[in-house]
C-alpha cells in the first residue's frame, strides 16, 4: 500500500482552495487540544550552559528530542518530548525511569539506538543490539528502532530480518537523511524505507549535506537552495501518511558540511532558514 494518500490530499487541497483549512485553523487546533500532535519537531541538545530553552521555544516546533532519555527542568509547555537510549549502556535503569516518569512527563515514545552502523556513534553490532531489544521492550511506550547512518544498509536490513523472525517489537522505523536538496529523492526514500520494513517513518535527523566540501564557503548548495528545498518538502512530508514525524537537524553555521543547513545564527538568533522552520505550520495532525 502506497504511504501517500492521494485522496487525503485532494480533501485537504479541495478546503484550502475555499479557504476552510487554513494556518489559523493549525494554530487554534494547537490551542483547543494540546495533546493533538503534529509532525514538526528537532534534535536539540539540552546542555545546561547553552540556550537550548530559548532556541527552543524560538523554532515554535510540536515535539522535541535531546540524544538523551530525560526530560529538562522548566520545559517549555506544549512541546512534546521524546527520550532516546543513545547506547548500549544501563538499559534496565533507562527502561525503569521511562515507565516510572512517563505520565508526568507526557512521554509515549522511545527512541533507539543513535547510529549504530557508525563507529563514532552508538557503534553497536547487530547481534549485540538484538540481545539488548528485548530489554528496551519493557517500556510501555511506542519504540522506535535504531537510526542508522543508511537505513537501507547491511547493518538495518539484517536487524529488522530479525525484530521480525524473532517477534521482537519495533513500532517505527527513524531514519536519518543528509543527501541533496531534492524534495523528490527524499520523498522516495522515505516510501522505500516503508515498504520495506512495513512500519511508519519518522525522520529523526535531516538536512542538506555537501560531504565534498572542505569549508562552508565551498559548499555546493547555498543558504537559499536549502530554504527552497525546505519550502518545497515540508509539505510534501505533511501529506505522506507513512512518515510520523520529522526533525530538521539544527548543525551550526561553521559546518562544512552542513553549515548552509544552520537554524541559528552565532548569536542564537534564527537564521531565514530557522524563520522559515519555525513560521511552517503543519495543517495535517497524526
Not at 45 to 62: I, M, Q
Not at 150 to 167: A, L
Not at 263 to 283: C, H, I, K, N, V
Request: aromatic share 12%.
Amino acid at each position: 500500500m502506497s504511504c501517500f494518500s492521494r485522496r487525503r490530499f485532494l480533501s485537504y487541497s479541495g478546503l484550502a482552495s475555499v479557504g476552510l483549512i487554513s494556518l489559523t485553523w493549525a494554530k487554534e487546533t494547537r490551542h483547543e487540544d494540546p495533546k493533538r500532535k503534529f509532525k514538526k519537531g528537532v534534535g536539540l541538545v539540552t546542555k545546561p550552559s547553552s540556550s537550548w530553552f530559548f532556541n527552543l521555544e524560538s523554532l515554535r516546533v510540536d515535539w522535541h528530542y535531546s540524544w538523551g532519555l530525560k526530560k529538562p527542568k522548566d520545559y517549555p509547555p506544549n512541546i512534546s518530548f521524546v527520550p532516546m537510549v543513545w547506547g548500549p549502556g544501563g538499559l534496565e535503569e533507562a527502561v525503569k525511569y521511562i515507565n516510572e516518569h512517563k505520565e508526568e512527563d507526557d512521554v509515549d515514545c522511545l527512541l533507539g539506538f543513535n547510529e549504530p552502523d557508525e563507529q563514532g556513534q552508538s557503534n553497536i553490532p547487530v547481534e549485540r543490539a538484538l540481545e539488548l531489544w528485548p530489554t528496551l521492550m519493557e517500556a510501555k511506550v511506542r519504540l522506535g528502532s535504531p537510526a542508522c547512518v543508511h537505513p537501507d544498509n547491511e547493518w538495518m536490513k539484517k536487524f529488522m530480518h530479525e525484530v521480525d523472525r524473532r517477534q521482537l517489537r519495533v513500532d517505527f522505523v527513524t531514519i536519518h537523511d543528509y543527501g541533496g536538496p531534492s524534495p523528490e529523492a527524499l520523498i522516495q526514500k522515505c516510501r522505500k524505507i516503508h515498504e520495506m520494513y512495513s512500519r511508519p517513518v519518522w525522520i529523526t535527523e535531516f538536512a542538506v549535506g555537501d560531504w565534498q566540501a572542505k569549508d562552508v564557503k565551498e559548499h555546493r548548495h547555498s543558504p537559499q537552495r536549502v530554504l527552497e528545498f525546505m519550502q518545497a518538502v515540508l509539505p510534501e512530508l505533511d501529506m505522506l501518511d507513512c512518515v510520523e514525524r520529522y526533525a530538521w537537524f539544527p548543525a551550526s553555521k561553521d559546518n562544512s558540511h552542513l553549515g548552509t543547513s544552520a537554524l541559528f545564527e552565532d548569536d542564537g538568533t534564527l537564521t531565514p532558514l530557522g524563520r522559515y522552520y519555525a513560521d511552517y505550520e503543519s495543517q495535517i495532525p497524526v
